[in-house]
């Protein structure tokens, strides 16, 4: 017979079990990591994550029902966003404790970047320091709509695929640190190879925006028009 502290206790994990169930699939993983950077729409979600827009909204659809996203309408569309901060830390947590649990994640990062040559990422606190000295110029390479919802302070916005017609807007004698997404972003990857090849001391840095915020640093935000 089922007593009423066992009905209790099973009721409970049965409701934390909805948001493990609700991140259980790579994709959707994939989609907070998008949405941790800003509001989205399906199609713009799916293009992304490279996937279809139906199977892209399936998944917005688990995450919604676990109270992880939330959608508001935007004239013919449909935009996401996270339910509220506590998600883009919960991702930064669980994405913290895969890396320390796995030796899989350390092993299949190092060897993509290593086969591409990747030069070593710069830290935050270094980055932090030569900022507040103005020694260098911080490059955001991220979709302007992410650059608005959130940036490092004095980061100038140059979205990667904008880079090589807007090079001479960065100045060449100054070292630039270019960011993206994250640690496993490419862009940044990207766009330090780029400027390399054109004569630039260039660095990558390996923390995005929301590394940025949970150690408690600023960050700086624009006010997207409606």
């Known amino acids: 017979m089922t007593t009423p502290h066992r009905h209790f206790k099973d009721a409970i994990y049965e409701q934390f079990a ?6 259980s699939a790579p994709k959707r993983l994939e989609l907070l990591d998008l949405l941790s950077q800003s509001p989205r729409t399906v199609e713009a979600l799916a293009e992304q994550a490279a996937i279809s827009v139906a199977n892209a909204s399936q998944h917005l659809q688990v995450l919604r029902a676990a109270r992880l996203v939330e959608a508001d309408k935007k004239g013919l569309f ?3 966003r996270l339910a509220d901060a506590e998600v883009g830390r919960f991702f930064l947590s669980l994405r913290g404790l895969a890396k ?14 290593e086969e591409r040559g990747a ?3 710069v830290g935050g606190d270094d980055l932090l320091r030569r900022v507040r000295a103005g020694e260098l110029t911080v490059l ?12 490092i302070p004095g980061a100038l916005s140059i979205p990667l695929g904008e880079l090589k017609a807007r090079l001479k807007e960065l100045p060449k004698a100054r070292e630039v640190v270019a960011y993206c997404r994250g ?10 190879a780029f400027l390399r090849k054109k004569g630039f001391k260039a660095h990558r840095m390996e923390q ?7 150690r408690g ?10």
């Open 18 to 23: 909805r948001v493990g169930k609700a991140v």
């Open 78 to 80: 449909v935009e996401y």
């Open 100 to 113: 320390a649990r796995l030796a899989e994640i350390n092993q299949v990062t190092r060897e993509y970047f």
């Open 119 to 121: 030069m070593e990422a």
């Open 140 to 151: 955001d390479v991220r979709p302007p709509e992410e650059y608005r919802a959130g940036h």
């Open 183 to 192: 640690p496993y972003c490419v862009m940044a990857l990207e766009a330090v």
């Open 208 to 214: 995005g925006v929301n590394d940025w915020r949970a």
């Open 217 to 226: 640093w600023r960050v700086e935000s624009e006010e997207v028009s409606p």
